[in-house]
């Protein structure tokens, strides 16, 4: 209130002030009135924010001085706002006044730290306000702050060692020192090599307390990243030595409490350096790794030798969390330490179950003799399903922290701190799991036993750690199983299985507690749901036990709402078990009246999770129905019917109260007898508000679609309701809308005039929403089918208009020319002989327009056919037709158009008739293959392909030999024999035979689109008899020839990228075939390297689980396919002109294409050669050669290779940041030279924007890489944001 009293003051005295008054304020600021000075230090501050400022020198420096002395006023206030001043004020002075402001602060801080009485006040705020208001950019500010103050900062730590207070002093500094470190990560830092060694003098000075290396460890971990080599090598050997050094005597449990500090700030400095340059130094750290195993190693007598068990715990803490640094931050450390990781994981379970304050009793029972004990208690549901006793007193000494009840148990120790190590050793386990999944089956059968022991832990928090370790377990065990390593998933899921009794049994023993902590109870809902859902893992024998358990956790009044909202997501997770008979009928009935009594709660959240559960539990009951459900079902209703009519409840609970209506009117009609009509009338109710309009609408239509309600008493309201819909600008709705008209007219249900409907569904047929459209036309049909010749008349005044216009649209082809087919052919079938031709010539015109595009042509024909199809013996037989359209093609009258449309319904047609007895067919479709329009060749390659497919015994051997003796037309040809093996025609396998050998005598050919096509047809051949011909096909893989190599590892790409694989996977992608096609990524000829690559590529993405065992030999042969070859250089001359080609261009692009895939399916498998491979992605994001005399020609083969680069380096910012800041000297110079890269002057429109969008993707992964932690701290990021500090146009884009 005081601070808003003076702005108003403040600003009816000044208004907003004025430069000319910057004396008048500096004036003020002696005033001996505080609110005088706030208000003068206010306008100063204005003045100062104001763009362009300026004023004489005089006037600065006594500004300068001013507001300095303003940093100590006596009002906080004052004092607040002048400390603000000064990061404008550093920008805006002269080099002199500048630097002599920051010295002048550092001299402050340096007086404050010896005054009156001898106490500390070395009083660093201002100076740390000022660091963190100067921008992180290379500047004036930014270079003055770091010049002036570090030296200053190390002067106060060099002469405060021996002051009393100098403690404080030196925190202090170290803090300042590590702010400007990390803000102004450009500045060379390592070119002030003193920095170091002070810090590292500090750091060993006996003097120096812990809170003094607390802080020196923070700045040596800033500092370290931008040392150079030599300077990081001394830091970190000095760090390493000093650890290794320290004398241990009998051992860490020996060792004194100053002993003990002095140790673990040393293991601290060492775990912050692994975390900071790991990446760099991680191996010269990794010589601290048997000290470290020494301070962990564990006596018998300790815990009477130890003097400071407190001391003991936190160096020990701070070894496994060392440890699991260089578990997550040093790549190869097991292959330089060859078994540290099983030596770490090893201590880690050993001191997860750290516990010196409690004594083991002897007579504890062992886990296997607990299993069997637990295993004989549970009981046997009615129909199977048995679980864990019902008495929650029994085996008190199992979980739930009863071990820990007997007052004699353990020592009453409030300053116990051993939990620290077992929360620390079970985040070191989660380490090791995520650093080595290729050593995770290992990992688990040595670790997860005693994981899961530790669930009984009596620390709160040590047990929420231990079962957020578990659920990493289980998240590896599910990566590894995602990954295709069914040998590792399966021997870590029955690992699982061993311990997933004990796991259940504790569980329900904390689920069932009243009162217990949240956090636990959520935890294990997680833990619960992952078991659940864990590849291989089994919860059935204990299902019928959670499932009451969860209902008790659920009815609790007491527990929090987000822990029953858990508890209904951990319900719908076990319903999967209801397959196997795991619950019988009274426990459903149980938890449907549970769940009836959750949705009536107040709280909306609990109301709705308990309805979207009670669906799941509904249909589980449909599908094993019993009478017993019969009174549940019907309170179930009421509930449901009450909550839908009520008026003031919450949205979501009302929209799943609506779904459980028509849910329960669907499945369970008959058992709710005379209840259905007022139901009925409450959801059509539903759809007059708009908030509730579309789950009304879909519940509705999945009641009409069960076809066993009568919805007569809304039906003709409903009708014209959802016609009106179809109108409104919610595209949602209208879907909506429109499926349920659509469930109503194939249910026979539609009461009321077609009329409406027709005029309001022909309004959605437009290539505006080609799928609203077809599904519009479906409705259409089904109305034709339903109500026949009644509806014709309505359909072809309004819908047939809509339909024409559709067929002149390009984007109606394919699968979406289907619905176009049936409308026609519905439409036909009810027409009478004179409207059919009447509509064929409607159709007809369509087709034949000219300038009408040739997929348009295509689908006029489909519709002709169809009509023709449906109306035999109305005067527009197929045949007939066909002759007719044979003639026209032979005569030409119609021109190019109709020439087009008449081949295409001769395609059409012939595709389901055999033409053959018409004559000269063959010869009117072989002659328009020399034609000199390319449409209509295209037309007659299509039409020789359909007729063919339908009549192979006759066409085969025209396409076969035409071949023979029209060489030139052999493209078009093997087009027809594509379309025919595309479509699977009657073919024989004496077809199949002589068109293998057809296609391998014609893939021998320089012509590459003939072997392109040649593999294409050998793909589509292949899937007719894959169980003979892959096999043939490998072996030809091995042909001397080089193009039969090529086309037939192509042909296996296409085979094995074609839906009609299924079903036929152990034959095309047995491990035998894979190695033979994939081992040519070693071949002599690049074409045949590059189709192994792009096979190897299509196998990641759709077949990961089949080449998974192959890919450390493939991605060994794929990353040779990386490297450069300054041999594949020629130059070549285009005109005046030299121009250099890369011959294996192409072969690199489809190599890094494949990598990039790679990287995004199976990290795991190149992970353990990261560095060599971002080594080779970084070559191919390099320029080898002068790209601006490379020919255009490839070009674009080189923006895309570079492209891709970058996005594999994007990725792998993610996946590994530490080799990526590892090599960040490498990484960003090639980015760099991409983003300045200029065009000549004379570049055309197309080079341009081509060149604007590989910097684009260049600039992408900068940012990619600036946000990896560390790499921002990196020399080479600091001289790159420099460059872009000095361009405002690379710094544009770089903050877009």
């Known amino acids: 209130k005081e601070v808003d009293h003076r702005s108003i003051i403040m600003s009816r005295s000044y208004g907003n002030g004025s430069r000319s008054d910057l004396g008048g304020l500096i004036e003020k600021l002696s005033s001996p009135d505080k609110d005088l000075r706030y208000m003068a230090v206010s ?83 201002s100076l740390k306000t000022l660091i963190a208001e100067v921008p992180a950019a290379e500047g004036k500010a930014s270079s003055v702050l770091a010049d002036e103050a570090a030296p200053r900062m190390i002067e106060v730590m060099k002469s405060s060692g021996e002051q009393k207070g100098g403690a404080s002093a030196i925190g202090e500094s170290l803090d300042i020192l590590s702010d400007l470190v990390k803000k ?241 050793a079970v985040q070191c386990l989660v380490a090791v799991v995520r650093a080595f999944p290729h050593r995770l089956a290992e990992i688990f059968e040595v670790a997860f036993d005693a994981l899961v022991a530790q669930l009984k832990d009596r620390d709160e928090s040590v047990r929420c750690e231990v079962i957020c370790g578990v659920q990493a377990f289980l998240a590896a065990l599910a990566e590894r199983s995602k990954a295709g390593d069914g040998a590792c998933a399966g021997a870590c899921a029955q690992v699982v299985n061993g311990k997933v009794a004990r796991v259940a049994k504790g569980a329900l023993k904390e689920l069932s507690q009243r009162g217990g902590a949240s956090r636990v109870k959520l935890g294990y809902i997680g833990l619960l749901r992952d078991l659940a859902q864990a590849p291989g893992v089994t919860l059935l024998p204990h299902a019928s036990d959670l499932l009451k358990h969860v209902q008790g956790l659920i009815n609790d009044p007491n527990l929090e709402t987000n822990v029953k909202v858990e508890a209904f997501g951990l319900l719908q997770g076990l319903f999967h078990l209801s397959e196997e008979n795991a619950y019988n009928t009274k426990a459903l009935k149980e938890l449907l009246s549970t769940l009836l009594t959750s949705a009536e709660q107040k709280s909306f959240k609990v109301s709705a999770a308990a309805f979207q559960t009670m669906h799941r539990a509904l249909e589980l009951i449909y599908r094993k129905w019993d009478s017993v459900y019969e009174n549940v079902i019907v309170d179930i209703y009421d509930m449901a019917y009450a909550q839908v009519i009520q008026a003031d409840i919450d949205q979501e609970v009302r929209e799943e109260a609506i779904k459980s209506l028509g849910l329960l009117l669907s499945l369970f009609p008959s058992h709710l007898p005379g209840r259905s009509d007022k139901a009925l009338v409450a959801l059509y109710d539903r759809t007059v508000s708009e908030s509730t309009r579309v789950p009304a609408v879909k519940t509705l239509a999945k009641i009409a679609s069960s076809g066993q309600v009568d919805m007569s008493c809304i039906a003709e309201r409903l009708e014209a309701d959802l016609s009106s819909y179809l109108r409104k600008a919610d595209h949602n709705l209208r879907v909506s809308a429109l499926s349920a008209l659509a469930t109503l007219v194939e249910t026979g249900r539609l009461a009321g005039d077609p009329e409406v409907l027709v005029k309001n569904v022909s309004g959605l047929i437009s290539d505006a929403d080609v799928p609203l459209a077809s599904s519009s036309i479906h409705v259409l049909c089904s109305l034709m089918s339903m109500r026949g010749k009644q509806s014709v008349e309505v359909v072809v005044h309004h819908a047939q208009p809509m339909v024409l216009a559709l067929i002149r649209s390009p984007l109606v082809q394919g699968t979406l020319a289907e619905p176009l087919q049936a409308f026609f052919s519905s439409l036909a079938s009810l027409l009478t002989v004179k409207r059919c031709q009447e509509l064929l010539a409607l159709v007809e015109q369509i087709g034949a327009e000219p300038g009408a595009k040739q997929q348009v042509r295509k689908t006029a024909a489909k519709c002709i056919a169809s009509v023709c199809q449906s109306s035999k013996g109305k005067g527009s037989k197929s045949a007939d037709y066909a002759a007719r359209s044979v003639e026209a093609a032979s005569s030409g009258d119609g021109g190019d158009p109709g020439t087009v449309l008449a081949l295409f319904c001769v395609a059409e047609i012939g595709r389901a008739l055999d033409l053959a007895a018409i004559d000269g067919t063959s010869a009117v479709v072989l002659g328009c293959l020399e034609s000199p329009s390319e449409g209509v060749r295209a037309a007659a390659s299509y039409a020789l392909g359909c007729l063919c497919s339908r009549s192979p015994d006759h066409y085969l051997p025209v396409v076969f030999e035409h071949t023979e003796r029209k060489p030139k037309l052999g493209y078009l040809l093997l087009l027809s024999l594509k379309e025919v093996l595309a479509s699977a025609g009657e073919l024989t396998a004496d077809h199949v035979s002589r068109v293998r050998d057809f296609l391998l005598l014609r893939c021998e050919t320089d012509e590459e689109a003939m072997r392109i096509i040649c593999a294409e047809c050998l793909g589509h051949l292949v899937l007719l008899d894959p169980r003979n011909l892959v096999p043939e096909l490998a072996q030809v893989c091995s042909s001397e020839v080089a193009e039969r190599r090529e086309c037939c ?211 992408r992964c900068v940012k990619s890489l600036s946000r990896v932690p560390g790499m921002q701290d990196t020399e080479m990021f600091g001289k790159l944001m420099i460059s872009f500090n000095r361009n405002e146009e690379l710094l544009r884009k770089y903050r877009a």
């Open 43 to 125: 306008d100063l501050y204005k003045e100062l924010k104001l763009p362009g400022f300026s004023c004489t020198a005089t006037l600065e420096a006594s500004l300068c001085e001013w507001i300095l002395k303003k940093t100590e006023d006596p009002s906080s206030d004052v004092c607040g706002l002048a400390t603000k001043c000064l990061a404008p004020l550093l920008s805006y002075a002269s080099d002199a006044n500048a630097r002599m402001l920051v010295a002048s602060l550092c001299n402050i801080q340096r007086k404050g730290t010896t005054s009156s009485g001898g106490s500390s006040l070395f009083k660093s705020v």
């Open 184 to 424: 102004f990560y450009f500045h060379k830092w390592s070119s002030h090599p003193d920095i170091a060694s002070i810090l590292l003098d500090i750091f060993s000075s006996p003097s120096s307390d812990a809170f003094v290396r607390k802080k020196c460890t923070a700045c040596v971990a800033a500092l370290a990243p931008h040392l150079d080599d030599a300077q990081l090598a001394k830091v970190v050997a000095t760090c390493v030595e000093s650890l290794c050094a320290a004398p241990l005597g009998g051992g860490a449990h020996t060792l004194g409490r100053a002993q003990s500090s002095l140790l673990r700030s040393q293991v601290n400095c060492v775990a912050s350096l692994v975390t900071s340059v790991g990446s760099r130094q991680g191996l010269a750290l990794a010589e601290a790794l048997p000290r470290l195993t020494e301070l962990c190693e564990r006596h018998e007598e300790e815990q009477e030798d130890c003097d400071d068990t407190e001391a003991l715990c936190d160096l020990r803490e701070a070894c496994l969390h060392c440890f699991e640094a260089f578990v997550s931050g040093v790549r190869g450390l097991d292959a330089s330490h060859e078994g540290s990781h099983r030596r770490i994981t090893s201590l880690c379970v050993s001191y997860a179950s750290y516990d010196p304050n409690y004594a083991h009793d002897e007579m504890d029972v062992d886990d296997e003799d607990e299993e069997n004990q637990q295993g004989e208690s549970m009981d046997t549901g009615e129909n199977g399903g048995g679980g864990v006793a019902d008495d929650e007193d029994d085996d008190d000494d199992d979980f739930g922290g009863s071990d820990y009840d007997d007052d004699g148990a353990y020592s009453d120790d409030d300053d116990d701190t051993s939990w620290k190590c077992r929360k620390a």
């Open 1049 to 1259: 590892v192509a042909a296996y790409r296409d085979a094995v990228n074609s839906d009609r694989i299924a079903g036929h996977e152990e034959v095309v992608l047995g491990r035998g075939v894979l190695e033979a096609f994939l081992s040519r990524m070693g071949d002599t000829d690049p074409r045949v390297r590059k189709a192994s690559i792009l096979l190897l590529n299509v196998l990641l993405h759709a077949h990961i689980g089949a080449v998974g065992p192959l890919l450390p030999t493939s991605l060994s042969l794929l990353h040779k396919c990386f490297e450069f070859d300054p041999n594949s250089l020629r130059e070549v001359m285009l005109g005046p002109f030299k121009q250099i080609v890369d011959d294996l261009l192409v072969v690199r692009r489809a190599a890094f294409e494949c990598a990039l895939a790679a990287v995004n399916k199976c990290f795991d498998a190149i992970s353990p050669e990261a560095d060599a491979f971002l080594d080779l992605v970084i070559s191919g994001a390099t320029d080898h050669y002068d790209i601006s005399k490379t020919s255009h020609l490839t070009l674009s083969d080189h923006y895309s290779m570079k492209m891709t680069c970058f996005g594999i380096l994007s990725k792998l910012c993610e996946v590994c940041p530490a080799v990526c800041v590892k090599k960040a000297s490498a990484i960003l110079p090639p980015l760099y030279k991409t983003l300045i890269y200029k065009l000549k002057s004379d570049a055309v429109k197309q080079e341009t924007e081509r060149l604007e969008e590989v910097q684009n993707a260049c600039m």
